[in-house]
């Protein structure tokens, strides 16, 4: 699996604008107000989900989206959605929960897992995710991250969570 420090290298390798801000562990949204109030960009919150077909999803939305679950296989076209286990999550992304991130479809090298983006993160000018831990925060940029995603092979399926929609065959902008 690969690590944080090859994350970083990738992105550098890439040319990608990122920095990345060390901090205690932050586990779940809500937490660590005071620590995303000093970085910019849009902040995350990102879900590991299993559908009934075992399918597996990576949600990465804007931390105040509202993810309906029960609604949302319907959108997004999967079986019936639940959390995906912690043994799961780390055999596919190499990350342990608290700790999940969109970086983390670096070690996805099977592609077994499909890329669910939220718009309004496709948009921003910047984003900011878990470098594979927990106890820091990446901030990169919307080509970076376009970049990223290209590099891991990845081509996002875009929600808008706000409206519950998706653009079917849509890439990032």
């Known amino acids: 699996m690969k690590t944080r420090a090859d994350l970083i290298a990738l992105l550098d390798g890439l040319g990608a604008a990122h ?9 779940r949204v809500g937490e660590g107000e005071e ?25 990465s939305a804007q931390d105040t989206a509202v ?34 991130t969109a970086f983390a479809l670096i070690n996805d090298v099977d592609h077994r897992v499909t890329f669910v983006l939220d718009r309004t993160l496709a948009e921003a000018q910047r984003v900011n ?29 875009i929600v808008d969570f706000a409206a519950m929609s998706v653009a079917a065959g849509e890439t990032l902008r």
């Open 19 to 27: 920095s990345t801000i060390e901090h205690p562990a932050v586990f």
């Open 35 to 59: 620590i995303k109030a000093g970085i910019t960009g849009a902040h995350t919150k990102n879900l590991f989900l299993k559908d009934a077909k075992d399918r597996l999803w990576l949600v």
């Open 67 to 100: 993810i309906d679950l029960k609604r949302l296989h319907h959108v997004i076209g999967s079986a019936r959605l639940s959390f995906g286990n912690a043994a799961l999550m780390e055999e596919t992304l190499g990350v342990t929960p608290g700790s999940v």
């Open 129 to 157: 995710f878990h470098p594979l831990t927990n106890t820091a925060t990446t901030g990169i940029d919307r080509a970076g991250f376009q970049g990223f995603l290209a590099a891991v092979g990845v081509r996002p399926l």
